[in-house]
């Protein structure tokens, strides 16, 4: 497909004997939101890790924009424009927000075999403007990720991620264990990739958090995918009855 | 609940939680300026004279570089009980190459190698087989302290009289108040500090140390960092090792002995955390110094100085409750707009 910014095809991956991703072709479309859905080990997170470099397909394939790619490790996936938040483990909460930005990335005034000094003021304007880009409102780039919220932690990824000119950005389960109101900013971030012409793909548990903001919903169980269409074309009922 | 029951805090209050949570060492540093007040006035003065300074200026460099590298260790989420016996294997090996005709510097660069490579088994097998570095440096701890011995053949080797001492320790500077390896020290604690707060490799150990899982998937490759880490920590306990043999003239295969765990105590008492992530260079060396200030001021002030393990060992308990407590506080306060 022409629009296809990711296509996988035919992936497979094996844990210790358990078949988990059996011959998964899927289309991700540009500048869609995309809703993942299924049960705990339906293979959704083992896609997932496949795409953002966590772990290699044994099997298949994966074009990024039409040219056939090896991702073999997360820094692959982020040369490649893909952005992963994950529920838990995208920050270090004993460091400042702006260092968080950065982890991996840091901009340095010169460099001798990778290693060099922080150019600490770039650090610091360029969070506090990708900070304001999310519409997150801290007062400060140097307060430390543990004394934010939840929600405010997923809105730092977020605003890295798009800092980062992502052009694919994951969410795996970004709504779990937030409270309500930061759940709707969280929604309110994925409908907003749209318009900044990110592809988004959303992980969750909670249907309708899914039909909310997604404009196609895939669902997966035991390593295939069982269902593939619009949101406005299906209902949570028949998701439900296919997994 | 919690957060209920800061609301009454001012906001000075907060900021000084604050003001914990990014320079962990502050506690330390006050506790050092307080204790050198109590023992200028407990030994009438002669704590702070030139003599007295000079005898510690000139043993802190060793015990101070030691703890640079466990602080740092520490800090990527690692741990090292080896240091005491790579202090002795390190100038033991320069010892016998030198009785062998080797030249200094060529031993010198073999002594560094033979720490860089226990480092790198230390992080290699911790890191390989997923196990506690303190169980790998535990072994170390052994292994290393019997291969000093082995090599020494059971006798300490006679050093060469044409060692270079005045790049090392002889005195120098105003009223000859320091040894040259206090400039040594200064400068390795100048440079670590810079690399853990100024690099972008410092960032990759405070993640990598911080939290694991999300260092590695924003592609920091942990497991080299703490190899690096374990690396350059068993290169300063020999160099710091090297730079005691010297001062003494005589390479004793039983130097070190203890010394892992002061290390460990200085890090600590630093503000530097045992789970990694927190912690500065600025604080192993004041916990340190505090150890050292305590060794000496107990003397100084007629104190039983038998009572020098009690106080480190309080201080430490002490340090890392005190700790934790305030890392807990400070979390429950909330301090985003």
Same mark, same amino acid.
């Given at each position: 497909?022409?629009?296809?910014?990711?296509?996988?095809?035919?992936?497979?991956?094996?844990?210790?004997?358990?078949?988990?991703?059996?011959?998964?072709?899927? !289309?991700?479309?540009?500048?869609?939101?995309?809703? $993942? +859905? =299924?049960?705990?080990?339906? #293979?959704?997170?083992?896609?997932?890790? *496949?795409?953002?470099?966590?772990?290699?397909?044994?099997?298949?394939?994966?074009?990024?924009?039409?040219?056939?790619?090896?991702?073999?490790?997360?820094?692959?996936?982020?040369?490649?424009?893909?952005?992963?938040?994950?529920?838990?483990?995208?920050?270090?909460?004993?460091?400042?927000?702006?260092?968080?930005?950065?982890?991996?990335?840091?901009?340095?005034?010169?460099?001798?075999?990778?290693?060099?000094?922080?150019?600490?003021?770039?650090?610091?304007?360029?969070?506090?403007?990708?900070?304001?880009?999310? !519409?997150?409102?801290?007062?400060?780039?140097?307060? $430390? +990720? =543990?004394?934010?919220?939840? #929600?405010?932690?997923?809105?730092?990824? *977020?605003?890295?991620?798009?800092?980062?000119?992502?052009?694919?950005?994951?969410?795996?389960?970004?709504?779990?264990?937030?409270?309500?109101?930061?759940?709707?900013?969280?929604?309110?971030?994925?409908?907003?990739?749209?318009?900044?012409?990110?592809?988004?793909?959303?992980?969750?548990?909670?249907?309708?958090?899914?039909?909310?903001?997604?404009?196609?919903?895939?669902?997966?169980?035991?390593?295939?995918?069982?269902?593939?269409?619009?949101?406005?074309?299906?209902?949570?009922?028949?998701?439900?009855?296919?997994? | 609940?919690?957060?209920?029951?800061?609301?009454?805090?001012?906001?000075?209050?907060?900021?000084?939680?604050?003001?914990?949570?990014?320079?962990?060492?502050?506690?330390?540093?006050?506790?050092?300026?307080?204790?050198?007040?109590?023992?200028?006035?407990?030994?009438?003065?002669?704590?702070?004279?030139?003599?007295?300074?000079?005898?510690?200026?000139?043993?802190?460099?060793?015990?101070?570089?030691?703890?640079?590298?466990?602080?740092?260790?520490?800090?990527?989420?690692?741990?090292?009980?080896?240091?005491?016996?790579?202090?002795?294997?390190?100038?033991?090996?320069?010892?016998?190459?030198?009785?062998?005709?080797?030249?200094?510097?060529?031993?010198?660069?073999?002594?560094?190698?033979?720490?860089?490579?226990?480092?790198?088994?230390?992080?290699?097998?911790?890191?390989?087989?997923?196990?506690?570095?303190?169980?790998?440096?535990?072994?170390?701890?052994?292994?290393?302290?019997?291969?000093?011995?082995?090599?020494?053949?059971?006798?300490?080797?006679?050093?060469?009289?044409?060692?270079?001492?005045?790049?090392?320790?002889?005195?120098?500077?105003?009223?000859?108040?320091?040894?040259?390896?206090?400039?040594?020290?200064?400068?390795?604690?100048?440079?670590?500090?810079?690399?853990?707060?100024?690099?972008?490799?410092?960032?990759?150990?405070?993640?990598?140390?911080?939290?694991?899982?999300?260092?590695?998937?924003?592609?920091?490759?942990?497991?080299?960092?703490?190899?690096?880490?374990?690396?350059?920590?068993?290169?300063?306990?020999?160099?710091?090792?090297?730079?005691?043999?010297?001062?003494?003239?005589?390479?004793?295969?039983?130097?070190?002995?203890?010394?892992?765990?002061?290390?460990?105590?200085?890090?600590?008492?630093?503000?530097?955390?045992?789970?990694?992530?927190?912690?500065?260079?600025?604080?192993?060396?004041?916990?340190?110094?505090?150890?050292?200030?305590?060794?000496?001021?107990?003397?100084?002030?007629?104190?039983?100085?038998?009572?020098?393990?009690?106080?480190?060992?309080?201080?430490?308990?002490?340090?890392?409750?005190?700790?934790?407590?305030?890392?807990?506080?400070?979390?429950?306060?909330?301090?985003?707009?």
């Amino acid at each position: 497909m022409a629009d296809a910014i990711i296509s996988v095809h035919n992936l497979h991956k094996w844990y210790s004997g358990v078949h988990a991703l059996k011959g998964v072709t899927l !289309d991700f479309t540009r500048g869609e939101a995309l809703g $993942l +859905v =299924g049960d705990n080990g339906a #293979g959704k997170s083992t896609l997932i890790n *496949i795409l953002s470099g966590v772990h290699t397909a044994d099997q298949g394939e994966i074009k990024v924009e039409g040219r056939t790619v090896r991702i073999a490790k997360p820094r692959d996936a982020m040369d490649l424009g893909i952005e992963t938040i994950y529920q838990y483990n995208s920050m270090v909460p004993t460091m400042s927000i702006a260092r968080n930005l950065f982890i991996g990335r840091e901009p340095t005034r010169f460099s001798v075999l990778g290693v060099g000094l922080l150019d600490q003021k770039k650090m610091a304007s360029e969070s506090i403007r990708a900070i304001a880009n999310v !519409d997150l409102h801290l007062r400060s780039p140097d307060a $430390l +990720v =543990g004394e934010l919220s939840g #929600g405010q932690r997923q809105g730092v990824a *977020i605003a890295r991620a798009m800092h980062f000119k992502s052009k694919v950005m994951i969410l795996d389960e970004p709504t779990n264990h937030l409270s309500v109101k930061e759940t709707r900013k969280v929604i309110g971030f994925v409908r907003g990739l749209k318009e900044q012409g990110i592809t988004g793909v959303f992980i969750s548990h909670n249907m309708h958090h899914v039909f909310e903001c997604c404009d196609r919903v895939v669902a997966m169980a035991r390593g295939e995918i069982v269902l593939d269409k619009r949101v406005t074309e299906t209902s949570i009922d028949e998701v439900h009855s296919v997994l | 609940m919690h957060q209920q029951k800061f609301e009454f805090l001012e906001p000075d209050v907060k900021r000084l939680f604050k003001t914990y949570l990014e320079k962990p060492e502050l506690a330390g540093l006050i506790l050092l300026l307080l204790l050198i007040v109590v023992f200028q006035i407990r030994s009438h003065g002669v704590f702070l004279n030139q003599d007295n300074l000079r005898g510690i200026l000139g043993i802190l460099p060793e015990a101070g570089l030691v703890a640079i590298g466990v602080t740092i260790l520490m800090i990527s989420g690692e741990f090292d009980l080896s240091v005491g016996s790579v202090f002795a294997l390190m100038p033991m090996t320069m010892a016998v190459l030198m009785v062998h005709g080797a030249p200094f510097p060529l031993a010198l660069l073999a002594g560094l190698l033979v720490s860089a490579a226990i480092g790198f088994i230390n992080g290699y097998i911790t890191i390989r087989f997923a196990i506690p570095s303190f169980i790998t440096t535990l072994g170390m701890l052994f292994m290393a302290r019997s291969l000093t011995v082995v090599v020494s053949g059971g006798f300490p080797p006679l050093l060469p009289a044409d060692l270079p001492n005045w790049l090392f320790t002889s005195f120098v500077g105003p009223g000859n108040m320091f040894r040259m390896s206090f400039l040594w020290f200064a400068g390795i604690a100048l440079l670590t500090s810079l690399m853990l707060s100024r690099t972008n490799f410092g960032n990759w150990i405070k993640a990598t140390g911080g939290f694991p899982p999300a260092a590695a998937a924003m592609g920091i490759p942990t497991a080299r960092v703490k190899i690096i880490c374990f690396m350059l920590c068993s290169m300063l306990s020999g160099f710091a090792g090297m730079l005691q043999v010297l001062r003494l003239g005589s390479p004793l295969p039983s130097i070190g002995e203890g010394m892992e765990l002061q290390a460990v105590a200085s890090a600590v008492i630093g503000g530097a955390s045992l789970a990694g992530g927190i912690g500065t260079v600025m604080g192993g060396i004041i916990g340190t110094t505090l150890i050292r200030v305590i060794d000496n001021g107990l003397v100084l002030s007629h104190v039983d100085a038998n009572w020098f393990k009690f106080a480190i060992g309080f201080l430490t308990i002490f340090a890392v409750v005190a700790n934790a407590w305030m890392r807990k506080r400070a979390k429950a306060i909330k301090m985003e707009g």
